[in-house]
C-alpha cells in the first residue's frame, strides 16, 4: 500500500482550488483511506516539499493544479545536487485544477475530481521522461531545471515573461494567446546556433525553437503534433521567420495541431541539445520563466513515474 501525501496549490485555477478543496478532499477520501495533505504559500515550495516528503518515505505524491504544480512536484523527485531520483519506485499523480493544463489534458487525465481519483488510485505507474536544461554561462553556471512537458526559447519564452507579471487569480484561458500577440509586435527572431546529439549543426534565424517532451502548450497549440513523452527523444520544433500577418495566419495551424504543414517549420528528433546565440535569448519551461541561453537540454529516460 502506498505511502500518500498531497501537494496542494490554492492559487491555481485562478484561486478556485483553496475554494474547491473540501470537494476535492471527499473525492480523494473515497479512494484513498489515509494520506496527508500540504498546501503550497509561494512559487516553486513544491519542489522543495516534494523532496522532504520522498526522503521521509512517501512513494506516493498527488498534486492539486495545473501543469505548473505537476512540474514542481516532478522536479522534487529527484536531488538537487546530484541530479539522481530520490526513490526510482515513487509515484507521481495529479488532480487537475489549473488554468494551465496542457500536459494534464494531453495526458487524458479527466477533468472531474472522483474521475482523477479513481484514476491515480486503480492505474499502473507509467514511465515516461523528462527534460533536463544545463544553463551555461556565467549567469547560469551550474544551474540545471527540469521540464515535463515543454520548453522553448525565443517569441514563446518571452510571451511567458511578458504575462508572468500578470497576477496569477486574473489569468484565464486565453492569457497566452493575448501576450502572443502584444509581445510579436515588437519581437524579432534571434541567431541561433544548435548541435543536436553531438554530431548534428544547425545555424539559422528563428522565430521559435521548442524542446518538446509532450505535444501542447500555450493553452492549446498544438506545437509538436508527434511527440511522445516516453519513448527516449524530444521533438525538436525549429520556426523561421515569420511576418507579424504570417504569425497570425498560422496560429490556426497549431491549434489543429497541423502546423509542420509550413515550410518554414522543421521537427527533428534528438536526446540532446546544445544552444547558443549571440543574442539574448530567453528561455521557459512548461511555463515557468528560466535562464538565458546557452543551454543544454537533454532527456532523462523513463525517469518518472506517472499514475495514469
Do not use: C
Not at 535569448?281 to 512548461?286: A, L
Amino acid at each position: 500500500m502506498n505511502k500518500v501525501h498531497v501537494i496542494v496549490n490554492p492559487f491555481s485555477a485562478r484561486g478556485q482550488t483553496e475554494k474547491r478543496w473540501e470537494m476535492i478532499k471527499a473525492a480523494l477520501r473515497s479512494h484513498f483511506r489515509e494520506f496527508k495533505y500540504i498546501f503550497t504559500e509561494k512559487p516553486r515550495q513544491a519542489t522543495d516539499i516534494a523532496r522532504e516528503l520522498l526522503q521521509q518515505g512517501f512513494d506516493l505524491l498527488i498534486g492539486v493544479g495545473g501543469d505548473g504544480t505537476l512540474n514542481e512536484i516532478s522536479s522534487g523527485f529527484f536531488n538537487a545536487q546530484s541530479g539522481l531520483p530520490i526513490n526510482g519506485d515513487a509515484a507521481v499523480g495529479i488532480i487537475p485544477s489549473g488554468t494551465g493544463s496542457d500536459f494534464i489534458r494531453f495526458m487524458k487525465v479527466p477533468r472531474e475530481f472522483e474521475k482523477s481519483a479513481a484514476r491515480i488510485k486503480n492505474s499502473t505507474n507509467k514511465k515516461i521522461d523528462i527534460g533536463k536544461i544545463t544553463y551555461g554561462g556565467d549567469s547560469g553556471k551550474n544551474k540545471t531545471q527540469y521540464f515535463i512537458n515543454v520548453a522553448d526559447f525565443g517569441l514563446g519564452a518571452e510571451v511567458i515573461r511578458k504575462i508572468s507579471g500578470i497576477n496569477a487569480t486574473s489569468r484565464g484561458a486565453f492569457t497566452y494567446y493575448r501576450g502572443l500577440l502584444s509581445t510579436m509586435m515588437s519581437y524579432r527572431s534571434k541567431k541561433v546556433s544548435l548541435t543536436l546529439d553531438d554530431k548534428q549543426q544547425l545555424q539559422g534565424e528563428y522565430l521559435i525553437g521548442a524542446v518538446a517532451n509532450g505535444r501542447i502548450f500555450g493553452g492549446g497549440m498544438v506545437i509538436a503534433p508527434q511527440a511522445e513523452p516516453d519513448d527516449g527523444y524530444f521533438d525538436l520544433v525549429l520556426i523561421e521567420s515569420m511576418k507579424k500577418l504570417e504569425i497570425l495566419a498560422n496560429s490556426r495551424l497549431l491549434y489543429s495541431g497541423t502546423i509542420a504543414k509550413n515550410p518554414k517549420v522543421h521537427i527533428l528528433r534528438a536526446r540532446n541539445i546544445k544552444v547558443e546565440s549571440p543574442d539574448e535569448v530567453h528561455i521557459e519551461y512548461d511555463g515557468e520563466v528560466g535562464e538565458k541561453l546557452p543551454a543544454e537540454f537533454s532527456i532523462v529516460e523513463k525517469a518518472l513515474n506517472l499514475r495514469i
